[in-house]
């Protein structure tokens, strides 16, 4: 097996406990040293400074799911992925203002797009009644 299906190895395997994962790096990164490439002993220096950070990518917790057809929880890897989505819709709304920088028309936007009932001027209101436009008749 070549060093970097060694690696690749490595990542695609499930561990039972996190003891397993330091196990099998600590061996991974003492094979790296004993390699007489340099790029697989800097890749080895890199592997043993991030340590920690790498046994914690393998932890494994609870998922579930939040469609109506999937209700079962599943196990996955720990992921930052939901998190940085919702971060970015903002700034993609904000990017898509058509030259708009009106901080209550950002606001509005975002309010509008990420609620059921978005609340306007700390009133909640349905969408229909958002969406509905009555125009006042002048006497």
Known sequence: MSWKEKCI???????DSLDDVKKRLTELIDEYYKCNHRIFIEFADFLLEHFAGIVR????AEVSRK???DQEAYYSRLSN????SFNRKPKDLKRNSRGFSNFDYTRNRILWSTRDNPSILGIPKSNEVIHSYHRKKNK
């Open 9 to 15: 190895d490595f990542n695609s395997q499930q561990y």
């Open 81 to 84: 992925g939901p998190m940085e």
């Open 67 to 69: 469609t109506k057809k």
């Open 57 to 60: 990518f393998f932890s494994i």
